[in-house]
Nanobody
Framework: VQLQASGGGLVQPGGSLRLSCAASGFSFAHYAIGWFRQAPGKGREGVSC????????FYSASVKGRFTVSRDDAKDTVYLQMNSLKPEDTATYYC?????????????????????WGQGTLVTVSS
């Protein structure tokens, strides 16, 4: 199982970025995928999750309305479109594979509900 997040970088407040999570080594279409972030000195925070069919998505309150998660099963890739970025969005972003097609009930934002993690990609929002 491999997951690789990419697309991070430096962006000004109010700007946009699209992160990608490329997967390999498993039947990607059968798994929910989550996005987490970790700012310096803070714990890992759940940002979003998309179910295997893409029919149900989850967002944290801090990003709802600004971030959009999507997936392309033909490319084994999940995307996180981030708009209206704020300095507090600065963090390393990680993608992770859930244990099944949907996140464990009520635990989509809990790191222990995911069994495989990729290397992160750094997002810096600053003027």
């Amino acid at each position: 199982v491999q997951l690789q997040a990419s697309g991070g970088g430096l962006v000004q407040p109010g700007g946009s970025l699209r992160l990608s999570c490329a997967a390999s080594g498993f039947s990607f279409a059968h798994y929910a995928i989550g996005w987490f972030r970790q700012a310096p000195g803070k714990g890992r925070e759940g940002v979003s999750c998309i179910s295997s069919s893409g029919g149900r998505n989850f967002y944290s309150a801090s990003v709802k309305g600004r971030f959009t998660v999507s997936r392309d099963d033909a490319k084994d890739t999940v995307y996180l479109q981030m708009n209206s970025l704020k300095p507090e969005d600065t963090a390393t972003y990680y993608c992770a594979r859930s244990y099944g097609s949907h996140p464990i009930a009520g635990l989509w934002a809990t790191p222990s509900a995911y069994d495989s993690w990729g290397q992160g990609t750094l997002v810096t929002v600053s003027s």
